[in-house]
Every structure is written in C-alpha cells, then in structure tokens.
C-alpha cells in the first residue's frame, strides 16, 4: 500500500470528505445538469472547481489532511466517470495532505472488484466511496456483494453517501431516487461483513435516528458530518456526537462545495465538549484509517 507521509502532529484535522470534481484534461465527475442542481442546493455558485493539486496547496495552509474521491455512476448516468488512477497518483504526489480514495460503479461486478483490489495493492488508495442514489443501487443488493468482500479483505473502509442528495436536487425527475440513500440499507451491509469499516456520510436528513441507531448498534459503523454546516446539525447528532458516539464521528466538509474554513467555523459554536472535540476533528479518522 502507499506510505502516506502524514505527520500527524503536525495536523490540525483530517477532512474525510472531499471531492475532485474535474480531471487533468477538464472532464467532469458529473455532468453539468447534476452539478448544476448541486452548485443550486449548496448555494455555492461559481465555486470552481479546483484540480488536486489546488486541493493539496489549500489543505497544506491550513495544516489538514483531506481524503479525495470522485462517484462513479457510469452505469445510471452515462457519464464517464474521472479515473480512479489518476486521482490516486495525483494524491501520492501529496501525500502529506492527500488521502486516495476510489469510486467503483458496483454494477461493474468482477471488473469492479479487480479494480478495487489494484487500487488498493498498487496504487495506495486507503477506501472505496459509494453514492447509492446517484448509482441507482441499493447498498444490501447482492450485485455490490463480491465489491464489499474485496474491501473488508483489503482492511480499507467504505463510505455510503446517506441522505438526501443535492446533486440533482430540482431536476425534475433526474433519474436520482432518494431511497437508496437510507441508512437502514446499510445496517444490512454491516452485518453481512461484520468486519467491513463503514462510514455514514452526512447528517443523513431524512434519517438521522437511523443513521444514530445503526452507528451505536454495530461496532464498526461510523458517521461523517459532511455536507452540512455545523449549525444546522440536528440536535440529536448534537448529542449524541457528544457522548455515546464520540469516538465514532469524523469532521469532514464535503468541499469544494462547503470549505473546511466555513465548517470549522460554525463547528466553533458547536456545544461540543473540550475532549471530544479533537477526537471528532483528527483522532477518530486517523484510527479509522490506521494512520
């Protein structure tokens, strides 16, 4: 696997969610009518979309390390996705600050699975990202089953967009259903690869009681508060961030469309006990990721 460079000392947080959302020749990760809708949702327009090694010079001011993706939903979209590798060796020229993880349509079946393995074996990327409703999947359905046992046997997580999407969010019907993004779907996951690290992404809104639930009850299920600015989070996230899921939540922004620094910002205000705060914001993900 790659060494990553990280001084962990040195880090303020670790941003686990963040998106290159154009390729070295300009290719989109979606097509301009999905981020569009996007661009809309978050309110973030004429955010541009910045190359990794943009990404790299903006975490490395800010003294974080942030994990890097892209979706891969070629088969619900048509759209070719930006490639995994080339994301992954732009990370490795970063490794300070970059963390490499890959998007794998699971509807590729064995083609998808030996990609996950060399991905991981040669090209150091550190865990797999899944957007259920942009790739048109259930999580608990079979055709994704031999790509989670490939990732449970790497020892690298997956993270499960969970929630309401704002990709496509006003195009009328869009072809994005938002039921695949429950997190009860993935509670299945969970325990059919009990030894699977899985990560909740988002505060997952309209699910947030099952997002909680799923996350306390099964030992390696985690939630990322991406997506979303602090202020926002609903106070039940709040609480139990707090307590009984302390060392189970991770800081992430979901930048470029919320920056670390608005994040962090409004994180602030947060009413977060003192202890938890740097659990939340570098040392769950940093155990998490075996850094």
Known sequence: MGDLALDLDQLTAIDMHTHAE????????????????????FKAHGHRQPTIEEMAGHYRERRMAAV????????????????????????????????????IDPHKGRAGVREAR??????????FKFHPSIQAFSPNDRLAYPLYEAIEELGVPALFHTGQTG??????????????S????????????????????HPSFPW??????????KPYVYIDLSGWSPKYFPPQLV???????????????????????????????LDIKPEVRPKI???????????
């Open 167 to 180: 990709i496509g969010a006003g195009v009328p019907g869009g072809g994005i259903r938002l039921k695949y």
């Open 208 to 217: 947030q009681d099952e997002a909680l639930a799923v996350a306390t009850h």
């Open 22 to 41: 154009v390729s070295k020749d300009g290719h989109g990760a979606l097509s301009p009518e999905l981020l569009g809708a996007s661009a809309e949702y």
């Open 239 to 269: 609480r139990y961030a707090n307590t009984l899921l302390k060392d189970k939540v991770l800081f992430g922004s979901d930048y470029p469309v919320i920056t670390p620094d608005r994040w962090l910002a409004d994180f602030e205000k």
């Open 281 to 291: 914001l570098k040392e769950n993900a940093a155990r998490l990721l075996g850094l």
């Open 118 to 127: 060399r991905l991981v074996e040669e090209y150091g990327v550190r865990g």
């Open 182 to 201: 429950n997190p009860m779907l993935v509670d299945d996951v969970a325990v059919d690869f009990p030894q699977l690290r899985i990560i909740l992404a």
């Open 68 to 103: 890097v993706f892209t979706i891969d939903a070629e088969h619900a979209t048509g759209h070719p996705r930006i490639s995994n590798e080339e994301i992954a060796e732009s990370c490795a020229a970063h490794p300070d600050v970059l963390i490499p993880f890959a998007g």
